[in-house]
């Protein structure tokens, strides 16, 4: 290796320009702008020179120190300058903050949501119950701690938005880890341990009884787009997403092809959902076309369609407990107790995705005419017909 620590402190500022050895291939290169610290060694055949950094901010001592450990390196095979740029690149990675791997996660997942995620609902919890606390978190720093007492002041009082923050978290955090990120990915499940079981108990959405529903349905006559879409609502047990965005396109005659981003819970962008209409709905949406602007059935009095209070409002206002989206178990509660319509025809009829992946690849049916028949049925019994 020759001679070692050939240059002194008080040396070094003197030296004229020009490359001076210290011994064991470190070397100070003194240029008219600066000076620099180099080493230079030999690996797998290969000559190489690493920077040590600027004689300004880096001492001989310093200099010799990193030298001394690159040294090591090298007669572990290893490539000091390789193993350098890694560890700053696993530095850059790690730096991410939770906030910017959240707005990734969210625009990667985009296609999967319906409407491309513009109503918001799926980053809504992060956003208002994650991030004012812990956007600014690198996320490899983010442990189950942090998410419990980010999340303890809502877990009982909140509990679904809760849930539904620590859910969408998780796979966020998922996220982090398919772009290389050093996350711990059972942290969610930790914090759900540390915050124990919720003691909110969900209450299920007040639904009108079945036999009362022909008296109801039969009220909503004076012909306005709040009584028209109540009408539809009740006639075709849809949710009323779809229904508030009903379109003049969507209808072929008595079927009604929802598409498949408006429907819950599909994730198959292929897939459409029809709704078979019976004579009565056939009728409703003859009335409603009086209504219709660019196309839309249920528009509202400024632009667009009705809100999702519309309906709500309507039966509140009434002083009735119920909800419009209620409706879907009064139907269902029709169905089971007066026919003996199939399990499958019946959760069909509410757009519910029926039995397992295999069993839904083989199937090739959407009983439009099983469930047409039910409907018809339906449609005249809350209408007051035999």
Not at 89 to 106: P, V, W
Not at 240 to 254: A, T, V
Not at 282 to 296: K, L, P
Request: proline share 4%; with cysteine.
């Amino acid at each position: 290796m020759g001679v070692m620590n050939r240059l002194t402190v008080k040396g070094v500022a003197s030296l004229p320009e020009g490359k001076h050895a210290d011994g064991g291939g470190l070397w100070l290169y003194k240029r008219e702008n600066g000076a620099q610290w180099v080493l230079r060694f030999t690996i797998h055949g290969r000559r190489r020179e690493m920077g040590l950094g600027s004689a300004t901010h880096v001492s001989l001592k310093e200099a010799r120190e990193t030298a001394s450990e690159c040294r090591k390196v090298v007669r572990a095979g290893i490539d000091p300058i390789k193993q350098r740029e890694r560890k700053r690149r696993e530095a850059a990675r790690n730096i991410h903050l939770l906030k910017d791997i959240a707005e990734d996660a969210f625009e990667a997942r985009k296609a999967e949501l319906k409407g491309d995620g513009k109503a918001g609902r799926w980053f809504t919890p992060i956003e208002l119950h994650i991030l004012p606390k812990l956007g600014k978190v690198p996320v490899a720093d983010l442990d189950q701690k942090d998410i419990r007492d980010t999340l303890a002041p809502i877990w009982h009082t909140k509990a679904e938005t809760a849930r539904k923050a620590l859910n969408r978290l998780a796979i966020v955090m998922r996220h982090a880890a398919a772009l290389g990120l050093d996350v711990d990915l059972q942290a969610t499940d930790k914090a759900r341990a540390l915050l124990g079981k919720s003691r909110h108990k969900p209450a299920n959405i007040p639904a009108m009884p079945w036999k009362d529903v022909p008296a109801f349905y039969q009220s909503l006559s004076d012909g306005t787009v709040t009584h028209l879409a109540l009408r539809l609502l009740i006639l075709t047990g849809v949710r009323s997403g779809p229904l508030r965005h009903i379109h003049e396109d969507q209808i072929d005659g008595d079927v009604w092809t929802i598409p498949a981003a408006m429907m819950k819970g599909r994730r198959d962008a292929t897939v459409d959902f029809r709704v078979p209409l019976s004579t009565e709905a056939v009728a409703v949406i003859e009335q409603a076309r009086r209504h219709a602007r660019s196309g839309h059935l249920f528009p509202s009095i400024r632009k667009g369609v009705i809100s999702d209070m519309t309906m709500g409002m309507f039966m509140q206002r009434a002083k009735m407990e119920y909800r419009p989206h209620g409706f879907r178990s009064s139907l269902r509660d029709w169905i089971a107790d007066t026919t003996d319509t199939p399990h499958e025809v019946a959760e069909t009829v509410l757009g519910h995705i029926v039995g397992g992946a295999v069993e839904r690849a083989y199937r090739r049916t959407d009983y439009l005419e099983q469930r047409r028949a039910v409907m018809k049925k339906w449609g005249a019994y809350v209408a007051g017909k035999k």
